[in-house]
């Protein structure tokens, strides 16, 4: 039987990833955007067009990307599990004594495997998941397609729009015009940081490594699309 408190905990964290990952491709995207604008010397409301479209657009597809790659990986551990069931309920001695030699094989005694082995075979689910991570290394719990999603567009939207938040503030403060591209930036290292040194939560690195790697990452792309403006805007 399924733990639900394991299968909470384990669809948190996918959506602990769908938010940080969806959130640092937002925010890259659209500073990406916003700072090839800037080198082009296009007007703010072109600015404002481009990023917010470029937001929504790339937005939607992550989150159907997301969707489409949940859904199918749902797809496969199900079929995976059909294939097993069916596998044990007609090579029920087989899996056994596969599932033996490979206890053994990793530095189990024979008896203590035959008694690991006879109890787990005792209940079909836990057998059956253990069969399915001694085959394929996983033993995945289902996740929510459309949450995942949701969770991937709102966080991309959500972040995304930091790079523009100044030049939507300077359509009523014009005195913010002057030096909106670099409060943007400012802006946009912080989250960028911010984003980063989160993401080494899951991936298990130095916070501080993370925080500055991602910061490099959103410059570079930053630095790269505010040449190619200014080499197409002089043409």
Excluded: C
Excluded at 78 to 107: C, P, W, Y
Excluded at 163 to 184: E, G, H, K, W
Excluded at 204 to 232: P, Q, R
């Amino acid at each position: 039987m399924t733990n639900p408190r394991k299968k909470m905990q384990n669809n948190n964290g996918k959506y602990i990833k769908s938010i940080v990952y969806g959130g640092l491709d937002g925010i890259v995207t659209t500073f990406a955007v916003v700072a090839g604008s800037v080198g082009g010397e296009l007007a703010l409301k072109v600015i404002l067009i481009l990023g917010f479209s470029n937001l929504l657009a790339d937005g939607f597809s992550m989150a159907v990307g997301d969707y489409l790659s949940t859904k199918s990986q749902n797809e496969y551990e199900k079929m995976i599990r059909q294939n097993e069931q069916l596998e044990i309920a007609t090579h029920h001695e087989q899996e056994v004594k596969r599932m033996k030699e490979s206890f053994v094989d990793q530095g189990v005694e024979k008896e203590d495997a035959d008694l690991i082995v006879k109890t787990l075979a005792k209940y079909e689910e836990p057998f059956i998941k253990q069969v399915r991570k001694e085959k394929y290394g996983t033993d995945s719990v289902e996740e929510l397609p459309l949450k995942n999603a949701l969770a991937t567009f709102l966080s991309f939207s959500l972040f995304g729009v930091v790079p523009l938040l100044t030049y939507v503030f300077s359509l009523r403060l014009p005195i913010l015009i002057q030096n909106s591209f670099l409060i943007a930036s400012i802006l946009t290292g912080i989250t960028l940081f911010i984003l980063g040194a989160v993401k080494s939560k899951i991936n298990h690195s130095n916070w501080l490594k993370s925080g500055i790697e991602m910061l490099v990452v959103g410059g570079l792309a930053a630095v790269v699309a505010y040449v190619v403006g200014v080499v197409l805007g002089n043409i």
